[in-house]
């Protein structure tokens, strides 16, 4: 396995894997986001590949710095294709950003994971991960000019 910075070609099956979280999107979408969220130093953005060059999983990680807390990295999206997990690649992303974060001088790691994804919460409770709050997530769309 191979982590690597996403390439615009890998959207579709960027998209395939971002279906498995929820998140119904267009290739076209993700490729103009892997072309701008990419090159920006405050963000991690990778991919997992298999030796068959099959793409297994992504993480998008950012740095944050939160008035009332600080310095931090954040897990912004994680997600291993269903034949890849329970194979090492989910813990090899999020090591990757454990050393992303580390090399930055940001003392810990947030990750937040949806409650009714009962199947990740013990995933990250065995990388080390301590659940310290739940919350409600609100969102309001804003009519664009």
Do not use: C
Not at 19 to 33: I, N
Not at 40 to 64: F, T
Not at 108 to 130: D, K, T
């Amino acid at each position: 396995m191979t982590l690597r910075p996403p390439a615009t070609g890998d959207a579709a099956a960027l998209v395939a894997l971002s279906g498995e979280l929820g998140y119904e999107t267009r290739v076209e979408d993700l490729r103009e986001r892997i072309a701008r969220i990419g090159p920006q130093s405050h963000h991690l953005l990778l991919v997992a590949q298999g030796d068959d060059g099959r793409i297994l999983g992504w993480v998008h990680a950012a740095e944050h710095e939160l008035f009332e807390s600080g310095r931090q990295g954040e897990i912004l999206g994680l997600v291993v294709d269903p034949r890849g997990r329970r194979r090492g690649v989910g813990r090899t992303l999020i090591g990757a950003v454990e050393r992303w974060v580390a090399s930055r001088g940001f003392p810990r790691v947030v990750v937040r994971s949806n409650v009714v994804r009962a199947e990740s919460h013990p995933f990250y409770e065995a990388l080390g991960f301590e659940r310290v709050k739940s919350q409600h997530v609100y969102r309001k769309p804003l009519a664009l000019e």
